[in-house]
Nanobody
């Protein structure tokens, strides 16, 4: 079973930056697309960004476009999200997951295995 561990979250002030990471293990194949998701208190989990398996294609939600950068290191089975100019509304638990397709409408990202969610990493941005 695919295992996912997110890390790197923390408490920062508005305008600051943070880089979160995700480590995958037991992926059944290498050429797999990956996505970042987040869930704020009282809200549904939403897609934030995605990246194709070679890293050549990336998409972002409108609320983070221009501020967040997704990247991956396939040799290490790791996924990253560089978050700049953070806002209080970015506060959420962040998750990563393998997805079927990396597409512009990141709110519609389809997770391949619904039972592979990790514990997430908490990002809190104070105003």
């Amino acid at each position: 079973q695919v295992q996912v561990v997110e890390s790197g979250g923390g408490l920062v002030q508005a305008g600051e930056s943070l880089r979160i990471s995700c480590t995958f293990s037991k992926l059944p194949w290498v050429n797999i697309n990956l996505g970042w998701f987040r869930r704020a208190p009282g809200k549904e989990r939403e897609g934030v960004s995605c990246i194709s398996w070679k890293g050549g294609t990336t998409y972002y939600g409108d609320s983070v476009k221009g501020r967040f950068t997704i990247s991956r290191d396939n040799a290490k089975n790791e996924l990253y999200l560089e978050m700049n100019s953070l806002k209080p509304e970015d506060s959420a638990m962040y998750f990563c997951a393998p997805i079927y397709l990396c597409m512009p409408l990141v709110q519609n990202l389809g997770v391949i295995w619904g039972d592979t969610w990790g514990q997430g990493t908490q990002v809190t941005v104070s105003s």
